[in-house]
């Protein structure tokens, strides 16, 4: 009875050690940055209702982009005024990479210039921020 329970307790302790292990092991995984292009569209005034909608292809042309991991895109909230707030905007999006190669290799893509070219008559300015995340 005793070597019986002496095994049972072996196997128990096993089992704890490699959930442990295991549990350990990935929070001690190295986290790898991601890096964000975040973009602010000013559109032209003058343009019809029609043709700021039609803007959206351009952000449904980058989704199918090489590198491109996701993007997301939207008009400003209809958030509080406040003195830190800037909804001036028309669209803005935001893309994900894998890394700086990749966002970079992105923007000289033939298929990205052709997308700027086609929808660069739309807007009046645009801005853009580059930014990485080491901690997600």
């Given at each position: 009875m005793k070597r019986k329970n002496f095994i049972q307790t072996l196997g128990t302790v096993g089992v704890l050690g490699v959930t442990s292990s295991s549990l350990l092991a990935a929070d001690?995984?190295?986290?790898?940055?991601?890096?964000?292009?975040?973009?602010?569209?000013?559109?032209?005034?003058?343009?019809?209702?029609?043709?700021?909608?039609?803007?959206?292809?351009?952000?449904?042309?980058?989704?199918?982009?090489?590198y491109v991991k996701n993007v997301r895109y939207g008009k400003p909230a209809a958030s509080s005024p406040r003195t830190v707030l800037d909804n001036s905007f028309t669209y803005n999006a935001a893309m994900e990479f894998d890394s700086l190669e990749e966002l970079e290799a992105y923007g000289k893509l033939p298929q990205h210039l052709a997308l700027v070219a086609k929808y660069k008559p739309y807007f009046d300015r645009m801005m853009v921020h580059d930014s990485v995340f080491e901690n997600l």
């Open positions: 001690h995984k190295e986290k790898k940055p991601v890096f964000f292009h975040y973009l602010l569209f000013w559109l032209k005034p003058e343009l019809s209702v029609t043709q700021v909608e039609e803007f959206k292809e351009f952000f449904e042309g980058l989704k199918k982009l090489p």
